[in-house]
């Protein structure tokens, strides 16, 4: 029942979200309604497998566009992945420095508030590693949330006018909706690839493995199809995933840290800035990718979005 009402509640927000033309709106929408929910009434829940769904969904359907073009510029990402990698790093570093210097919290602590990793993953690692996770996990929840809720509008507003050449063919190849054989067969596929992925413990694996197996069954066969509301289900999947775990303890916790997650957030915004500018200027990326590669959340969540605001998913 908790679970129906979850998804009515975030389904709903988030088509109001997309209606009013919000990037990434099913599942910035779907966030706010859990929220929303959880806050007022404590009942929104959603279970693990909801999000395990989702990231294969969001895998399968990257790799159904996937091209053989796209596979033979795979090489050509090691340089803007060791710059992106490295903006990333010397950033986790100084807002290390920063967020210990400004909130009092040890030395290890501060340095995993500023790691740009999974909301889940990184508190378990730091709390095995002596840290505070409570404290981590505060931050990590500032940065997802304003990873997925704020910056794809930012981004927008930034590179309103900039023309994304490939948006054309993707929302033709997001309206395709195919034959139910071939939803079905490439649901199967992606479902089979996500699992193993999830079980070999490497990290999004879910979403890498679905992804790949996709994709290898749309290069050798051309059959494979996620239509565009498959897309919408896994975006308030995630949506409300992430919204289940904010209530209003979360909110009251974040007063004591909230300079240092504001302080946060707007590092990781300079951040998105420079590194695109240096993907834009040296690897040839658009303006708009390169921002979105640079963004501080999810591979899953940026995944959903990206089709959204006319980037190329893979």
């Known amino acids: 029942m908790q679970f129906l009402l979850t998804v009515i509640i975030g389904a709903a927000v988030g088509y109001v979200f997309l209606k009013g033309k919000i990037p990434g709106g099913m599942m910035v929408g779907a966030l706010v309604g859990a929220v929303v929910l959880n806050i007022s009434t404590d009942m929104a829940y959603m279970p693990y497998a909801a999000r395990l769904a989702a990231q294969i969904t969001a895998g399968a359907f990257i790799g159904a566009t996937i091209k053989r073009s796209d596979v033979k510029r795979m090489p050509k990402l090691i340089k803007p992945a060791m710059i992106l990698i490295g903006g990333m790093l010397i950033l986790n570093m100084i807002m290390g420095f920063v967020i210990h210097y400004t909130s009092g919290l040890d030395w290890m602590t501060s340095f995993f508030c500023a790691v740009p990793g999974g909301m ?38 930034m590179t309103k006018n900039e023309v994304q050449p490939e948006y ?3 929302k033709k190849q997001a309206k395709k909706q195919g034959k139910t054989w071939e939803v079905c067969l490439t649901a199967c596929v992606a479902a089979a690839c996500g699992i193993a992925g999830k079980l070999s413990g490497i990290p999004v694996g879910a979403l890498m493995f679905s992804m790949i197996g996709t994709a290898i069954f749309k290069l050798s066969t051309d059959h494979a199809v996620i239509p565009l509301w498959l897309k919408r289900v896994a975006q308030v999947l995630s949506g409300t995933y992430i919204g289940c775990s904010i209530g209003l303890q979360e909110l009251l916790d974040l007063r004591f840290l909230l300079l240092s997650a504001v302080l946060l957030v707007l590092g990781y915004l300079v951040n998105c800035i420079v590194i695109s500018t240096l993907l834009h200027k040296f690897c040839g990326l658009s303006r708009r990718v390169a921002m979105l590669a640079a963004t501080p959340a999810g591979a899953n969540d940026m995944a959903l979005i990206s089709g959204d605001m006319g980037i190329s998913a893979p």
């Open 168 to 170: 054309e063919a993707q």
């Open 120 to 157: 889940s993953d990184v508190p378990i690692i730091a709390a095995e590693m002596g840290a505070n996770g409570a404290a981590v996990a505060l931050m990590q929840f500032s940065r997802l949330v304003c990873g997925v809720g704020v910056f794809p509008s930012i981004i927008m507003l």
